[in-house]
């Protein structure tokens, strides 16, 4: 993985030197425009998103494949598709149920704290990113499911974390899978077509399909009560039970089961990735460590329930948050694919173009952040933000194909933060190896 996310964001920052913002070149045998130019940027993510909707597919929609997990992501999904499944379940992301699930982020890291004391009171060296992946899957089965998965103790396990677990290590860009399904798309799906074997169908995507499908029949069951489980599901099941204006299902249930997958994977996953670079950097940086806790008490002091409205004064510690995503996004590159020719600034693109915007080589640019590899939340400050065009900072991507979970992500890493820098002073031994940007 990293030699091939390290050789994108090298070439992203040095291409961009030799030949300026916008430059073409081939890529996965498509013809691809990245660009860097924010005039470019806005009208393809935003003002044009109508011949940019769809995100350049590599693991290609196998037709005769439609009841495959992986193939039913929003993620993957294209133009009306898309369309119906993000308006159904954007409601779940909604700041009025982020708000709803504070609780839900309060009750699993307190139990976060009882298992890192526990490892404290041995004398025990936590691996910090275990616990926290712990937690960010204890919230996401929770509010996703409604679920107690229980895997906040010591030693304890459950077929949850080792699916998620699994899975995980699939999706490493080591995995010569994922490169030969991202190299060569047709291949594995004409593969698949002649062998019937699923490239992507493992035994713990299984597993949560059997979830999925054992939650639906207790809530089946119980539907009669109309109950109310407010949780992510719930959504799901709503939308399961509805029909279209044409009299179709308004989602299907292979398409249930991929959100409900994706929602627990990229908990599990993507936040707890994202909190331990925070707590990692914090150990390193012990002055801003101090700031950061010094906030923490100013604002929440030792209340035992944390507010939605607490985090959100938190305003230095979100700053350091962003700084982080900043220096370390998630992905190097936002990706869409041009369905419809269209000229933007002079330049056209045609159909069938894969358009790339270099988020890493962004992020990096001297011109928005000087000295960019250094550590400065001070970037951050409101009048800081306010001198940058928004899309010098896109680690949740950009217009209406956004992270959808941006809202949830940030708070829940703001509460595994508070939790921990409140409780416990992070250091790190000199000699932890620590890699250079490119
Ligand atoms: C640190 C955590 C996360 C980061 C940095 C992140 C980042 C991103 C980025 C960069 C994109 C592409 C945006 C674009 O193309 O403009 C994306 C899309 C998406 N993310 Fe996240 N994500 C995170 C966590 C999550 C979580 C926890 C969920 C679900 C609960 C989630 C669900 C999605 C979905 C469904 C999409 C596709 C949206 C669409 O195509 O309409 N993400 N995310």
Request: charge should be negative.
């Amino acid at each position: 993985m990293l030699d091939l996310r390290k050789a994108i964001h090298t070439y992203d920052i040095t291409t961009t030197k030799q030949l300026g913002k916008t430059f073409g070149c081939r890529a996965f045998g498509k013809h691809e425009l990245v660009s860097s130019d924010f005039d470019i940027v806005r009208q393809v993510l935003m003002k044009d998103f109508v011949c940019f909707a769809n995100r350049t597919n590599f693991i290609a929609p196998n037709p005769k494949n439609e009841h495959n997990v992986m193939q039913n992501l929003l993620i993957l999904k294209e133009e009306e598709n898309w369309k119906r499944i993000r308006s159904l379940i954007s409601p779940a992301f909604s700041i009025t149920n982020v708000k709803k699930q504070i609780p839900i982020y309060n009750e699993c890291s307190k139990e976060f704290l009882q298992l890192l004391d526990c490892y404290a009171s041995q004398n025990e060296k936590i691996l910090l990113h275990d616990v926290l992946s712990r937690l960010t899957l204890s919230i996401g089965a929770k509010c996703a499911f409604g679920i107690d998965i229980n895997i906040l103790s010591k030693d304890s396990s459950s077929p949850f974390l080792e699916s998620a677990q699994s899975i995980f290590n699939r999706f490493d860009f080591d995995s010569p899978r994922l490169v030969i399904m991202a190299v060569f798309p047709g291949l594995i799906a004409w593969l698949e077509n002649i062998t019937h074997y699923q490239f992507l169908a493992n035994s713990e995507l299984e597993f949560f399909k059997k979830v999925v499908l054992e939650e639906l029949e207790r809530r089946s069951i119980e539907s009669d009560s109309k109950q109310d489980y407010g949780d992510f599901f719930q959504v799901l099941f709503n939308a399961l039970q509805s029909t279209s204006m044409d009299g179709t299902k308004s989602l299907s249930l292979i398409e249930m089961i991929a959100q409900s997958f994706i929602y627990l994977i990229t908990s599990f996953g993507n936040i707890s990735f994202t909190a331990h670079l925070v707590l990692f950097i914090l150990s390193k940086e012990i002055e801003i460590q101090e700031k950061v806790r010094r906030e923490i008490f100013d604002v929440i002091g030792d209340k035992d329930e944390v507010s939605y409205e607490d985090l959100i004064k938190l305003q230095y510690t979100n700053q350091v948050i962003q700084e982080t995503m900043r220096m370390y996004p998630l992905t190097a590159r936002v990706v869409r694919d041009c369905t419809r020719t269209t000229t933007i600034k002079g330049i056209e693109i045609e159909k069938g173009v894969m358009f790339s915007v270099p988020v890493y080589a962004i992020h990096m640019e001297e011109e928005y952040y000087p000295n960019p590899t250094v550590f400065d939340p001070n970037r951050f400050s409101p009048e800081e933000v306010a001198k940058r065009d928004p899309l010098t900072f896109l680690p949740f991507g950009y217009g209406p194909r956004n992270c959808i979970a941006y809202r949830y992500v940030e708070m829940v890493i703001r509460m595994a933060i508070v939790y921990s820098i409140r409780h416990f002073k992070f250091s790190s031994p000199s000699n932890t190896p620590v890699r250079d940007h490119p």
